[in-house]
């Protein structure tokens, strides 16, 4: 199973679940799949200190060049105009 997430939105969900107490459940949604794939990490200094706490047995992959998420924002922004 592979689970896609943003950083922001695992750091909201996680402060969320601490503040109502299920913190320790929350943090099965992250370690249960096979491959957690955290998006939008930002910076490297970041990255590598984030990746230093969370991966202490994984193999992590970095992935290298332009975002496609510009590209479908773009499209999408372009469908909107068509359709109005």
Request: glycine share 4%.
């Amino acid at each position: 199973m592979i689970y896609f997430t943003s950083l922001d939105d695992m750091v909201r969900h996680l402060k969320a679940a601490e503040a109502a107490g299920r913190l320790t459940s929350k943090l099965r949604t992250y370690l249960r799949p096979n491959i957690l794939v955290v998006d939008g990490v930002g910076k490297e200094v970041l990255a590598t200190a984030v990746l230093d706490r969370l991966l202490h047995h994984c193999d992590v992959i970095s992935v290298n060049g332009p975002s496609y998420r510009p590209k479908n924002r773009l499209a999408a922004i372009e469908r909107d105009a068509d359709a109005a």
